[in-house]
């Protein structure tokens, strides 16, 4: 039983009970002479199966009506088997005292038995209501331990409950808290219905938890408020139920806060101190490079032949761009760990974005294949540039003399939409499955590539691709090497 569908029975059981009681009464007046005139129908005259006919009566009426209509069916049961039944007939006095006693009997044993069927259906009743808080604070308890549950939907299951016009959860402010208006404010944290008191008060929100209909404290300075009625007893004490399971969800979503908070305090201790590890040797190496031939150039006195110097500054170009592409990515991974980038998204073709991202790189061993109508993908052309350029120097490192080859195709979806993909393939040494994994993670650098680099590019570029709403992954290339995978949707044409 869903909690919609037990609020809807709990509501409905006072109304079905007044009509079983009424029955009960109509059945206490009419059914006592409907017997009595069916034993005359029939012919029989003995008194003690009159006795036992309207004791079957009488517990028929508790069956259906309960205590009361039971008890009046008593009673008038013994009024017409005193004028009926015994001598003298049609006459409420009784002559016989074995007669007397039989009556009495009768009486006490009607009462009995209207008592303990009463108690029985009463007991039967409380025992249902009872299953059924329990299975309702059985699947919040689940909701609450699979973590399926949100604050505003732990209200809803309760004012639905309860069968109320509104719920609301208010935390209590800090005496410091910038938010609070004075000692004893409060702030809503989650509300489900609409929160209006029945009889007036303040409106919840604004810098009191609101009046209410019913308030229970909840542990952890929180106050769960419903609106719509006022709550009986029982209600009150499943309230209180209610409230602890809530307690449970609030320290449950605050622990999972607090892990995602110090998993994110790991993640930046891990980037600040891989960026210190970059700052020291990585960027030291090219600032070095320049000093050193900067220096050179400056001596008095010294002059250098025409490829002495052109060497000299293509070390202080080599190095200044190497220490353009550190910072850029060291800056590009900053913006991904922040969830500070944003993709302005378009359509681009591929032979516009891998011509500007190569444009500036050896060429001599590159080979751009591409299709040469293909439709254009859904991107941000100055991310997927950098994408394209990561991935093309990363291939060139490894490639080594082999070629470096560029294709595209439409080819795979990206969730039901079809997708275009642009490869690049080298024929290097190739990774191990192990290595595809960790190529893709911050700070990474696989034993053969080299000094060059502080392992940004890749995890660069796949979170820029991610942001773009595409996939990057890696696989190995026939007759060795590895193969970098650009997936991203085609465009429809429309910027969103």
């Known amino acids: 039983m869903t909690c919609e569908d037990y609020g809807m029975a709990r509501l409905a059981a006072p109304e079905?009970?007044?009509?079983?009681?009424?029955?009960?009464?109509?059945?206490?007046l009419a059914l006592p002479p409907l017997l009595e005139w069916g034993t005359f129908a029939a012919g029989g005259d003995f008194l003690a199966a009159d006795v036992l006919l309207q004791v079957a009566g009488v517990v028929a009426v508790a069956l259906v009506g309960g205590l009361w209509p039971a008890l009046l069916g008593a009673l008038w049961s013994s009024l017409i088997l005193n004028y009926f039944s015994t001598e003298p007939f049609g006459s409420l006095e009784i002559a016989d005292a074995e007669n007397l006693l039989t009556l009495v009997i009768f009486v006490a044993v009607a009462v009995s038995?209207?008592?303990?069927?009463?108690?029985?259906?009463?007991?039967?009743?409380?025992?249902?209501?009872?299953?059924a808080d329990a299975a309702t604070l059985g699947e919040l308890a689940r909701g609450v331990l699979a973590?399926?549950?949100?604050?505003?939907?732990?209200?809803r299951h309760v004012r639905t409950h309860f069968g109320m016009a509104g719920a609301a959860l208010f935390v209590q402010n800090e005496g410091d808290d910038a938010r609070a208006?004075?000692?004893?404010?409060?702030?809503?944290?989650?509300?489900?219905?609409?929160p209006s008191a029945s009889q007036g008060g303040d409106p919840p929100g604004r810098g009191t938890a609101g009046d209410g209909d019913a308030a229970i404290s909840v542990p952890g300075g929180l106050k769960l408020v419903l609106y719509g009625r006022t709550l009986t007893s029982r209600e009150q004490r499943l309230l209180v139920a209610f409230g602890s399971q809530l307690a449970a969800l609030r320290q449950r979503q605050q622990l999972l806060a607090s892990a995602e908070e110090n998993r994110r305090?790991?993640?930046?201790?891990?980037?600040?101190?891989?960026?210190?590890?970059?700052?020291?040797h990585d960027l030291r190496t090219p600032l070095a490079g320049i000093k050193l031939a900067v220096t050179s150039l400056r001596q008095p006195g010294?002059?250098?032949?025409?490829?002495?110097?052109?060497?000299?500054?293509?070390?202080?170009?080599?190095?200044?761009?190497?220490?353009?592409?550190?910072i850029d990515n060291l800056l590009d991974m900053s913006r991904l760990s922040g969830d500070a980038a944003t993709a302005h998204l378009g359509p681009v073709h591929w032979q516009d974005v891998v011509g500007a991202a190569l444009r500036g790189m050896p060429s001599e061993n590159v080979r751009i294949l591409l299709e040469p109508n293909a439709p254009p993908v859904q991107a941000d052309f100055g991310m997927l540039e950098r994408v394209v350029a990561n991935i093309a120097e990363n291939a060139q490192k490894h490639a080594g003399s082999t070629d470096?080859?560029?294709?595209?195709?439409?080819?795979g979806t990206l969730g039901s939409f079809p997708a275009g993909e642009l490869r690049i393939r080298d024929h290097g040494p190739g990774v191990g499955a192990d290595g595809m994994v960790r190529m893709f993670q911050p700070f990474q650098r696989l034993d053969d590539a080299g000094p060059s680099g502080v392992g940004l590019g890749l995890a660069v570029a796949r979170g820029f691709t991610e942001v773009m709403g595409g996939e990057l992954f890696a696989e190995p290339a026939p007759g060795g090497g590895l193969t970098m995978i650009?997936?991203?949707?085609?465009?429809?044409?429309?910027?969103?």
């Open 113 to 131: 038995v209207s008592l303990v069927v009463g108690l029985a259906a009463r007991r039967s009743r409380e025992a249902a209501i009872a299953s």
């Open 16 to 28: 079905l009970g007044r009509v079983r009681t009424l029955v009960g009464f109509a059945l206490a």
């Open 147 to 155: 973590a399926e549950d949100t604050l505003q939907g732990f209200l």
């Open 265 to 280: 305090l790991a993640e930046g201790n891990i980037m600040r101190t891989a960026i210190l590890r970059a700052v020291s």
């Open 181 to 194: 208006t004075g000692p004893g404010t409060w702030t809503m944290l989650a509300m489900d219905g609409t």
């Open 302 to 326: 010294v002059d250098f032949p025409p490829e002495e110097e052109d060497e000299l500054l293509g070390t202080i170009e080599a190095s200044s761009d190497r220490l353009a592409s550190l």
């Open 486 to 496: 650009i997936r991203l949707p085609l465009s429809t044409g429309v910027r969103p």
């Open 404 to 411: 470096v080859v560029v294709t595209s195709a439409v080819s």
